[in-house]
């Protein structure tokens, strides 16, 4: 009896280990193929892709591949160095961990929609200060350039908030609209267990609910880059 419960544990954790460094990876490649510049700043799908792999994993697992992302994206494609590592596993780290953290305590389509949405007014109230703090030792440290924190400030309205509102936005919605199917689709590929997310995934007013609150966030998402753009 010990020798199964302890098989099935070791069997379980090497699942899970496997799932979050393959979610990790996922979400690394979307960073390369899928980036969207808006300004000085760059928008990619990473935290969705690593939000659906907390709502099935936890929040730890989603700060842990938060970490790992941040991380690959440091030692290969990244220019701003230090400053963008933190900055990039901060704003993951927040955004997956409070959608999750929620979506653990209402396992239902309340804490599927909710989730995501606080996570979106959390991570965007982080990063601002952030931004304000970071930016200007970023700014003279990589590119010598000399920018104060008031100037980052005067940003915040036309740049900084809109941004991080419709990355998040985005990211929210996209989590929104692809957990219960990649759940579905993990479960029956033996990366989760039998829990909730063994359940068929099938239309009805829920679902149609959720997708039409993702599909308003990303039209709203969608907007504000357009704007920011012009």
Known sequence: MKTSTGKNKNRKMTETAVGIAMFAALAYGVTLVFPIPVSFLTFDAKDAVITVASFVYGPLAGVIMSLLTALLELFTVSGTGLYGFIMN????????A???????LWRNPRGAVLGPVLAVFTM????????????????????????????????????LFPFNLAKGLLNAALAMLLYKPL??????????GRGEEK????????????????????????????????
């Open 199 to 230: 359940k068929s995934f099938s239309w009805n007013r829920t679902t149609l609910f959720i997708s039409l609150a993702a599909l308003l966030m990303i039209a709203v998402a969608v907007t504000l880059f357009v704007l920011l753009n012009k």
């Open 98 to 104: 409070t959608a999750s953290g929620i979506y653990k």
């Open 183 to 192: 759940s579905v689709a993990l479960s029956r590929a033996g990366f989760v």
């Open 124 to 159: 965007t109230g982080i990063m601002l200060p952030m931004n304000i703090w970071i930016t200007p030792v970023y700014m003279t440290t990589l590119t010598g350039s000399t920018v104060t924190q008031a100037e980052v400030i005067a940003m915040i309205r036309t740049l």
């Open 89 to 96: 596993f901060v704003s993951s780290a927040v955004f997956a």
